[in-house]
């Protein structure tokens, strides 16, 4: 139930565990978000980048291995204790830029839009992978320069859902969702990007201006709806 | 019809004028949005402070009156050439704060969530004006600091309405309503707060994370739902 053993469970795992249980007590039906077979779990993904191992080699050293600062939610994947600086393709600088474990096949930069302000060009809004024509940028590390001859994007507003979640939501990958979220300054999120994998536990991906356009707390509503 | 004689017309009202001359050559009824009394005009209010004469006298000399850097689309507003240095509860810094005029009675400063993060406190969400309890800090200037107790706020977001425009749309100044955004990371924003007044013309105020959150540019599509 969660990322590695050292990891306690999700807030909305116990939640939902508690909702299910107590209902289950009082003899009673449950409702239908309890009912779901995983709870949603919306998270904020602040800017960051996925890096190739000879990224990583270039960046802090030969054979550096990444180091886990934060496991998040899905299986194995960790915020590392590394962070690099962009330089981005109109020399505008953004520091201190995390970089997210385990290392793939392609590297890539996701910003927000404001990011992209800061740095003085227009991001291209991609699904993550599909870097091809994008911009690229130059990334410092302590121990040396990786150019990226592309990879800078915003990433489509996605929600991961094992095959379970899909079926219980009547939806396939690469369809569209939408995601409400309540409070105060509440809004709904259009274009929400199903995408499906035996491996992944369900939680919706929305990027900093979107999480903050709706002041997203641990405590606000959400729903997500085909 | 502008706000000025030396600013010209906005895009929204020129195309509205097109579509209406268009429709009536052609001999054609209106469609709902081009029967619309005004254009309806989207725009994004970047991190901004009102301020007092009283203010403006210590950040930049007594008597200095505030120049004309842009009209804005409301009547007789302006962005004025003059910035200010806001120093945070927590002492970190936002740099060239553009200030709005003409002079005020009150202070207030407005930032999108991401400033407030950035600034490292909780910005409370107020309708402008509704500035008691809130967090204050330091404005300084080339002449000057002035010390605000109060007046840091989030400002709901907003529709500055006409009273025909409040007809069209059967609603009233205090009520809410929903504006959907188009385009390939659309969204709709709720609790947008009307505002009524003769000397308003038609318009959405959003700020930097609601607009960056949809990409929001001057041809996206929007409409504004009752």
Known sequence: MTATPSSPPHRAVVEHLVRQTVYARLGKALPRPAAAPHPLVVNISARHCHLTQAAVDSLFG???????????YQEGQFAAKETVTLIGPRSRVISNLRILGPCRTLNQVELAYTDGIALGFDLPLRASGNIQGTPGGMLMGPEGFFEMPDGIIRALRHVHMHPTDADYYGVKAGQNMQLKIGGPCALALEAMLVRVDPAFKLEVHIDTDEGNGCNLQPETPCELVK
Do not use: F, R
């Open 62 to 72: 030969k054979g550096h291995q990444l180091q886990v600062h934060k496991w998040l």
